[in-house]
């Protein structure tokens, strides 16, 4: 057994799995639950969510490209760049690689919005004037939109991965 | 490259993820964030989200072990008389194993969901009650999202045994 790629193994699919089961279960249960819950208990919950839930997500996201990248070059240490352009997995690899770094992304900018919502949920000191409410039905949905996105990238990703090995 | 193998392998590992990531969600940010806020946003979530969560998260369970099964029997070189025998069928036993347990303390915490969802609807149980509720959820769930790790780990490193 070769305890380094065992370990590095694990190191890049627990926290996957960590980031694809909590990007899914947050875009497609908890938010569209919360958007039915609404203010003022919605955006409270949302703020006092947001650190944890970021250092989830941040944290599984980055050990996941990070120990990726790690393991691609220990299993092709003479010439990554070189399989990765002209062979069946290669392609897959950098492609599940693309679609990873895109839904990052796009999990970010919808954590962005659900941070402006709680920010406006914690400036309230009564129930929100229509301008306000409109504003956070708006970044709702969009941080909303956007995970789904994202949680749909990641997964496609996680597929490309997983069909590398059998093409 | 036998197609049949590889949906069911993509199919497995897609469930099996979310799975595990819904599972360490629930207990790590969303029932201790949902405690620290009011009783009125916990029934109101309860209510919402309770049925929904055991939904996904059972279904999830379901497939990744039928799957799972389905990938012990088809995968070249190996069937389920090697359970138990070798580094391979070793690590694929300790993970399922380990998968049926937390799909049983899943369930166990689905019970205590509904009852603490049933004692905030009626407010007929006590304060006393309702944190002994809250404490078995929240055990419950850290164990089975340690059960779903080990699944994951010993599944994810039993070529290389």
Do not use: C
Not at chain 1, 105 to 115: T, W
Not at chain 2, 82 to 101: E, Q, R
Request: proline content about 4%.
């Amino acid at each position: 057994m070769d305890a380094e790629i065992v370990i590095l193994r694990l190191l890049h699919i627990l926290p996957g799995a960590t980031w694809v089961g909590s990007a899914v279960f947050l875009a497609f249960v908890v938010q569209p639950a919360l958007a039915k819950t609404g203010p003022p208990h919605a955006p409270a919950l949302m703020a006092n969510m947001l650190k944890p839930l970021m250092i989830v997500l941040h944290g599984s996201a980055i050990m996941t490209i990070v120990f990726g990248i790690v393991m691609a070059f220990r299993v092709r240490p003479d010439g990554l760049f070189d399989v990765l352009w002209s062979t069946n997995w290669g392609t897959m690899i950098w492609l599940g690689f693309l679609f990873s770094i895109v839904a990052y992304g796009i999990g970010n900018v919808a954590g962005l919005s659900n941070k402006k919502m709680a920010d406006i949920g914690k400036s309230l000191t009564g129930p929100p004037n229509p301008e306000q409410a409109a504003e956070m039905t708006k970044l709702r949905d969009r941080a909303i939109l956007l995970a789904k996105i994202g949680a749909l990238g990641v997964v496609t990703a996680v597929a490309l991965m997983a069909f590398a090995q059998h093409v | 490259m036998d197609v049949g193998l590889v949906v069911t392998r993509i199919i497995h590992i897609v469930s099996g993820s979310f799975w595990m990531g819904a599972a360490i969600y629930l207990a790590v940010v969303l029932e201790p964030k949902i405690r620290s806020t009011s009783v009125d946003l916990e029934r109101q979530l309860l209510n919402r989200i309770s049925k929904l969560n055991s939904l996904w998260i059972t279904s999830a369970a379901v497939v990744t072990m039928v799957t799972g099964m389905a990938l012990v029997s088809t995968t070249p070189n190996h069937s389920f008389s090697d359970l138990g025998n070798g580094g391979w069928g070793t690590m694929i036993l300790v993970g399922l194993i380990a998968s049926v347990m937390a799909f049983v303390v899943s369930g166990m915490a689905g019970a205590f969901t509904a009852k603490l969802r049933r004692g905030l609807e009626s407010g007929d149980a006590t304060d006393e009650q309702l944190a002994s509720y809250r404490r078995g959820l929240s055990t419950l769930g850290y164990v089975n999202a340690v059960l779903v790790v080990i699944a994951v780990g010993t599944m994810a490193t039993a070529r290389f045994a």
